[in-house]
């Protein structure tokens, strides 16, 4: 559980300041992905290989009292439950989900702190590395306990490492990037953010040429001078092109229109 609890408490301290909800989905959907996967693939191994843990001789023979068979077979007369697990040694499943957990952890710190700026700051460095300690530090506990060989806790810890690794990049860029400090989803998002607002914009200065248009339009009515409806539509016409200029391609079907509306009114009022 450790391995679980230990970084969602980062990813809510982390939300709790920079409120993305982005960012806490994400690195939660992360996490889990890393431990599930990690777990099945571990239960996969550990059944297809069956290799004796250490203490396996007790878990056989727990009075000490060895009993083999005719031809030489051990005839284990321990607990049944306690026979089938000690021949689930490789991998370590401690140590593979630990380092599933933390190691998500650590790489996901490496990118919200910028520890490859390349400015050479030590301390990050120092803080990107707790929680591989931690996950060392449980795989070396399950060596000292018996429990594993020191081969099944090193292809555990490279096991979760790497599911990590896997994991965080769907979700998150490199540490390395620029923009490694977010997940994939909160640039796309905010991508298309600025996409409508342009957009939007676009879309009001178009609205308003026809409104300047319509001015020319009652000023030739009312003076009656057509030269000067001409010199005024001449300059409305200049200026509006040069509004165009400005704008994105993207809003070339909308302006296409009113350019259209221009240069029929044109015509008209220079028969």
């Not at 993305?20 to 550990?46: E, M, N, P, Q, R």
């Not at 030489?72 to 991998?91: T, W, Y």
């Not at 990118?111 to 990050?124: E, L, Y």
């Amino acid at each position: 559980m450790y391995a679980v609890l230990l970084p969602v408490a980062v990813f809510l301290l982390f939300y709790i300041r920079r409120k993305d909800v982005y960012d806490l989905h994400h690195s939660i959907l992360g996490l889990l992905f890393s431990v599930l996967i990690t777990a099945v693939i571990t239960d996969a191994i550990k059944n297809a290989v069956g290799r004796p843990r250490p203490d396996f001789f007790w878990r056989c023979f727990p009075d000490g009292n060895e009993l083999y068979n005719r031809w030489g077979n051990a005839v284990c007369h321990g607990r049944e439950s306690d026979i089938r697990e000690g021949h689930k040694s490789f991998p370590s499943g401690h140590t593979s989900w630990s380092f599933a957990g933390l190691g998500f952890l650590s790489i996901y710190l490496s990118g919200k702190i910028k520890a490859f700026d390349q400015k050479g700051h030590v301390a990050k460095l120092c803080i990107v590395f707790f929680p591989l300690l931690i996950a060392s530090l449980v795989g070396i506990s399950r060596v000292d306990d018996y429990g594993h060989h020191w081969q099944d806790v090193f292809a555990g810890g490279l096991l979760g490492l790497v599911v990590a690794a896997f994991c965080y990049a769907q979700l998150f860029p490199p540490p390395y990037n620029d923009e490694g400090w977010g997940p994939y989803e909160y640039f796309r998002a905010l991508e298309e953010s600025r996409s409508n607002t342009n957009s939007g914009e676009s879309v009001n200065e178009l609205d308003v040429q026809p409104m300047s248009l319509a001015v020319v339009s009652q000023q030739v009515r009312k003076h009656g001078n057509e030269f000067a409806a001409l010199e005024d539509l001449e300059s409305a016409e200049s200026v509006y092109r040069w509004k165009m200029m400005q704008l994105d391609y993207r809003s070339a079907t909308s302006s296409s229109k009113s350019l259209y509306a221009l240069f029929s009114l044109t015509s008209h009022l220079s028969l």
